[in-house]
């Protein structure tokens, strides 16, 4: 098994920057994407970032390109997503989350955290 524990949420003004970690412990040998995704109240949860093990591979979500910054230091099995220009729209919980390839879907993720509030005001 693999546990992610995702920190550093919290309450920012709109046009301020977080950095969320997300820490990997257990079997991660399985593990060679990590991603971030994001549920607001009401809504579906959505794809954020995605980062390869050797980090040579990124994606983003349109809504966060330019402004978001996803990566990762294997040594410590640790991810990062920089979060830059915080919009009151980027309110949500933010879950971390592992899989065995590069992957945009969620149910493509087999390891889940338990999520951290990201809360923008404007």
């Known amino acids: 098994q693999v546990q992610l524990v995702e920190s550093g949420g919290g309450l920012v003004q709109a046009g301020g920057s977080l950095r969320l970690s997300c820490a990997a412990s257990?079997?991660?040998?399985?593990?060679?994407?990590m991603g971030w995704f994001r549920q607001a109240p009401g809504k579906e949860r959505e794809f954020v970032a995605f980062?390869?093990?050797?980090?040579?591979?990124?994606w983003y979500a349109n809504s966060v390109k330019g402004r978001f910054t996803i990566s990762r230091d294997n040594a410590k099995n640790t991810v990062y997503l920089q979060m830059n220009s915080l919009k009151p729209e980027d309110t949500a919980v933010y879950y971390c989350?592992?899989?065995?390839?590069?992957?945009?879907?969620?149910?493509?993720?087999?390891?889940w955290g338990q999520g951290t509030q990201v809360t923008v005001s404007s």
């Open positions: 989350a592992g899989a065995g390839t590069n992957a945009v879907t969620a149910t493509r993720y087999d390891y």
């Open positions: 980062i390869s093990w050797s980090g040579g591979s990124t």
């Open positions: 257990g079997r991660t040998s399985g593990v060679y994407a």
